[in-house]
């Protein structure tokens, strides 16, 4: 399988995902040109994108959605009420509900629900031919009930979204920093940290941090918190990739 986290932050989050028959997007935050773009500087034409998997309708998600599937048509894979929120704003028609489990070509997607603040909100585990890729952004917590699904995985890209600190001495209204803190809100660097130090096994290769906050994170205090963390814990893993607004990180094959 191939990873390439096309941008991820506050402003628009987008990655690729491809196996040795399918290559699909997970969300679209950006703007269709950008992530065209993108696609080109790691060979892939836009048009060989076989779906998109929502995680859930937020603006950073899905900006980029409605110009893209006009000029590629790709399949987009979602829930009901993920599909009422995009029929609010544009014409959608070529679809897939999902409410399980599910098939793409080669790739078996497990849903992991996640708990923010929309209709609905889904992270995925795409497995093929023994690869797997983890999904997660957007959540305040992981349910005890999906960590042994998550575990040992070969590639994380994982939200690590703002420092507490730096959140709560910024110039964030209260209530917005309570959204954040909050059980439907998003991890913390420290949140991500205890997650990823009970997932990463000895299959793990490679961990993406993902959605950093530009205000309220810094990809070194992110990087070393996860490092801490794993020291702490006696796990001996290096290969942590700070993924950011600007640009795709490197291509991840596994």
């Known amino acids: 399988m191939i990873v390439c986290t096309l941008a ?22 950006t703007t269709s040109m950008y992530v065209e773009k993108k696609l080109k500087s790691i060979d892939v034409d836009p048009n060989e994108i076989t779906g998109i998997l929502i995680s859930h309708t937020h603006s950073d998600h899905i900006n980029g959605l409605k110009v893209f599937i006009k ?60 690869k797997s890729v983890v999904y997660v952004t957007d959540t305040g917590y992981i349910n005890q009930k999906n960590h042994k699904k998550l575990m040992n995985k070969n590639v994380y890209v994982f939200e690590s979204n703002h420092d507490v600190e730096m959140l709560m001495n910024g110039n964030y209204p209260y209530y917005l920093k309570q959204r954040i803190l909050g059980d ?42 996860l490092k801490d963390k794993l020291k702490e814990e006696d796990i001996k893993f290096d290969n942590i990739i700070v993924s950011t607004q600007e640009d795709r990180t490197e291509l991840i094959s596994i």
Not at 78 to 88: I, R, V, Y
Not at 190 to 212: P, Q
């Open 71 to 130: 000029k590629y048509n790709p399949t987009l894979f979602l829930t009901e009420k993920m599909l009422n929120d995009l029929k609010e704003q544009f014409n959608v028609t070529n679809y897939v509900l999902i409410d399980d489990d599910f098939t793409v070509g080669d790739i078996n997607v497990s849903v992991i629900k996640t708990s923010h603040d929309a209709s609905d909100s889904n992270g995925y585990i795409l497995e093929s031919n023994g």
């Open 184 to 225: 439907k809100g998003h991890l913390s660097n420290k949140d991500s940290a205890y997650y990823l130090s009970k997932f990463i096994g000895n299959n793990t290769k490679y961990v993406v941090l993902a959605h950093l906050s530009h205000e309220n994170n810094d990809p070194v205090i992110a990087l070393n918190t």
């Open 8 to 29: 991820s932050g506050s402003k628009g989050n987008s990655t690729y995902v491809a196996s040795s028959s399918v290559k699909l997007l997970l969300d679209l935050g």
